[in-house]
């Protein structure tokens, strides 16, 4: 055989291996991690989790992919687009019971709690918006079609007396659209639902000629709890989290989940807590909302079933898995 020969057929046999799935000679089960928008924390989060998982489950090569967030998340976690997400609390819950926007029951269930979405609703000083119901008449996101944030938008805009589609200028844009169109001067506020800091909110505050405003909404959470379910809860921004934002602000919270389909197979389950567990100094590298990844937090506020291999992990650690909040019976469809 000749060498251009011998080399043409090493290519097509890399090509073939690649195609397979295959890395360093061993075959690859491919898993594939369903995120966020780039402005958010869910990608870069989960991007740190799709490398530590590759590096340290052998034979598993695993990816983080952007999405429109916790709505879509869940239908892909349905159709088995997905193997693992991020979800926020609440859209998880609509999905299990099959409320609207899902047609139907989601089969999924928690592997951990990951930390706190923060409500953020953001203007600027200069828009003479001080509250939420002063959004009336306003150009206001509600977060991308498909995202828990839109989902949250809507149930804090209906507790201040707001119609999302008749009462405001309604856009529907990600975090960093939205940061964007602030900037342009094309948007006067924006709902984001994400952890702290996020990034493209900081961008957004670091900006010359825009002075950051965020609005206090923990005044709604007794409504949302009544209504919608107990995973609601309050929790403070730190003054100094963005720039300009010098005092602490009392905000509306809701877990994140990292969830998979109740068919996900149990030991990769446990395998995967493992390796994040062990390994999660270098996910709080990544970004700092991993601190909040602890075992007592993990297995916290889910308002889902935790998986048999989650349970199995957590037993092993000696934590037992925490009440589940449910919604209230009289829980209405979702907005």
Request: glycine share 10%; aromatic share 8%; charged share 15%.
């Amino acid at each position: 055989m000749t060498r251009r020969r011998f080399t043409t057929v090493l290519l097509a046999f890399a090509l073939l291996l690649a195609g397979l799935g295959v890395r360093d000679g061993r075959a690859q089960e491919r898993l594939s991690i369903a995120t966020g928008g780039t402005g958010g924390v869910y990608y870069p989060y989960g991007g740190g989790m799709a490398n530590i998982i590759s590096d340290n489950l052998e034979g598993v090569d695993v990816t983080a992919e952007v999405t429109s967030a916790s709505v879509d998340n869940m239908l892909l976690i349905e159709n088995g687009d997905a193997d693992l997400a991020f979800v926020l609390g609440d859209t998880a819950y609509d999905a299990v019971e099959g409320r609207d926007p899902f047609k139907q029951p989601v089969p999924a269930q928690t592997l951990a709690t990951l930390y706190n979405n923060f409500t953020h609703v953001v203007t600027t000083t200069d828009s003479g918006i001080n509250t939420v119901a002063d959004l009336r008449g306003k150009t206001v996101s509600t977060g991308a079609p498909g995202s828990g944030t839109e989902v949250i938008a809507n149930r804090i805009l209906s507790a201040a007396g707001l119609n999302p589609d008749q009462d405001i200028n309604r856009q529907q844009l990600g975090a960093s659209e939205s940061a964007a169109a602030i900037k342009d001067r094309k948007l006067d506020a924006y709902f984001w639902s994400g952890g702290l800091p996020t990034a493209s909110v900081t961008d957004l505050g670091a900006t010359p000629n825009i002075s950051l405003k965020l609005l206090p909404n923990a005044e709604f959470v007794g409504q949302l709890q009544q209504q919608y379910g107990a995973f609601y809860a309050t929790a403070t921004i730190p003054g100094g989290t963005y720039p300009g934002q010098a005092e602490d602000l009392d905000v509306i919270v809701v877990p994140n989940l990292l969830v998979v389909n109740e068919d996900f197979d149990e030991q990769m389950a446990y395998d995967i807590l493992r390796v994040l567990f062990e390994h999660q100094p270098e996910l709080v590298a990544v970004h700092p909302a991993a601190a909040d990844l602890t075992l007592q937090n993990a297995t916290q506020n889910s308002p889902l079933e935790y998986h048999p291999g989650a349970l199995r992990f957590y037993a092993d650690q000696g934590v037992t898995v925490g009440a589940t909040p449910t919604a209230s019976p009289a829980a209405s469809p979702a907005a």
